[in-house]
């Protein structure tokens, strides 16, 4: 079988500094830390990573499955599948599991009644409303197991591989499960294929059934530049949160669980938004265009053909660090002639010490042609050695 060699190209970016975000007490990020078991925050624009520990740990995924249920409705109203004025009726499964005898967050449809799926919707984006879950999941798939078949398909499109439902509520299951890397990934996905939608978790509160009730949400009356979007309980897992902030010129996302309480779910939270928008300032490493390093070319009339990424790179780093970043092009050895521009050869990755920062594609930015019989056999002499050693 032949064999390709991935090559890393390291570079160093003296110039630049980062402070390290990942380990089991995060001590060296300026002395901050945060009372949460697990955390992942990334600038969502670069998605650079600022803070994260035990990202990718599985917890129940308690209320964050909500995060999945309505990705799952806005690819159905997006598809035209169902429409803001589709009417759902109330059954007797999601009356009694998740509207007002089950005593859990509901928006209290009464039963046997229909429901607007825009009422629906706001029913679980301002109050985290079960019922309104399960009346959208029957209404749209037949049944809440098949519309959970939909959320799990869609899961595993996304790329989340560790995160899988039970449910369309999150109420407690032991197939709802969750990481907070995986719950950012989805947030990131809810903010950009759906943006029409994002509107009604800023809703401040919503009525039905003559009952009017505050957005669940207890970061949005903090005025701290919070957009959306859930909170979630579980014995096990404790309590966490998902949101999505606008500030400052600034996007950030964060996914925390594994806290002790409410009220240390909102301080903890204001807390690491806070730090994070005071801490951390864009800055460019590689202008649109730029060359990021060389690749070497098997068989062709030049032996290296230089590598750019799409777009400028650029991360988010604290404005007093000390410490230099390390960024590397890997890429399968070698790349091989006719080489034409923009062909997708490797990645880009960005590091400080273990915690990598950024992943960003890198493509070919030149032609390189067919080379000698001479040439070509010279390099299969290499790439024999190579294969060898």
């Not at 509207?99 to 607007?116: E, Q």
């Not at 996304?158 to 439902?165: Q, V």
């Not at 996905?189 to 039905?208: C, D, I, S, V």
């Not at 939270?269 to 070319?297: C, P, Y």
Request: proline share 4%.
């Amino acid at each position: 079988m032949h064999r390709r060699l991935s090559v890393c190209l390291v570079l160093f970016l003296s110039l630049l500094t980062v402070a390290h975000a990942q380990s089991p007490a995060p001590q060296a990020q300026a002395g901050f830390d945060v009372k949460a078991r697990q955390v992942y925050m990334v600038e969502a624009e670069t998605g650079t990573v600022l803070f994260a520990r035990a990202e990718d740990e599985v917890v129940p995924a308690a209320s964050l499955a909500k995060l999945m249920t309505m990705a799952s409705v806005f690819k159905a109203l997006s598809a035209g599948e169902i429409t803001l004025d589709t009417q759902y009726p109330v059954t007797e499964h999601a009356w009694r599991t998740g509207g007002a005898p089950s005593r859990t967050s509901t928006m209290f449809a009464a039963l046997k009644s229909s429901v607007r799926v825009e009422d629906l919707v706001r029913g679980v984006t301002v109050q985290f409303a079960n019922d309104a879950c399960i009346i959208l999941g029957e209404g749209i798939a037949g049944s809440e197991a098949a519309f959970v078949e939909r959320m799990n398909a869609e899961a595993r499109a996304l790329g989340l591989e560790k995160s899988a439902f039970a449910n369309a509520t999150g109420l407690p299951d032991p197939g709802n499960k969750v990481t907070m890397r995986e719950m950012v990934l989805l947030a990131r996905h809810l903010e950009t294929a759906y943006p029409a939608y994002m509107h009604y978790y800023l809703e401040p509160e919503f009525e039905w059934n003559k009952i009017k009730q505050r957005n669940r949400n207890p970061l949005l009356a903090l005025n701290i530049g919070v957009t959306g979007f859930v909170t979630g309980f579980s014995e096990e897992g404790g309590y966490s949160i998902v949101a999505a902030v606008n500030r400052d010129g600034k996007h950030l996302l964060l996914a925390m669980g594994g806290m002790e309480s409410d009220k240390v779910r909102t301080e903890e939270s204001r807390r690491i938004i806070e730090w994070a928008l005071a801490t951390f300032e864009r800055r460019t490493l590689f202008k649109e265009g730029e060359t990021i390093a060389d690749a070497s070319v098997y068989g062709g009339s030049a032996s290296t053909v230089p590598l750019v990424a799409g777009d400028e790179v650029d991360v988010f780093l604290p404005k007093d660090n000390s410490q230099r970043l390390v960024a590397r092009v890997v890429y399968n050895w070698p790349v091989r002639a006719p080489v034409e521009p923009g062909q997708d050869v490797g990645t880009l990755k960005i590091w400080n010490d273990k915690q990598l920062l950024r992943e960003v594609p890198v493509k070919t930015a030149g032609t390189v042609a067919v080379g000698t019989l001479r040439s070509r056999a010279l390099d299969a002499l290499i790439e024999l050695f190579f294969f060898w050693i």
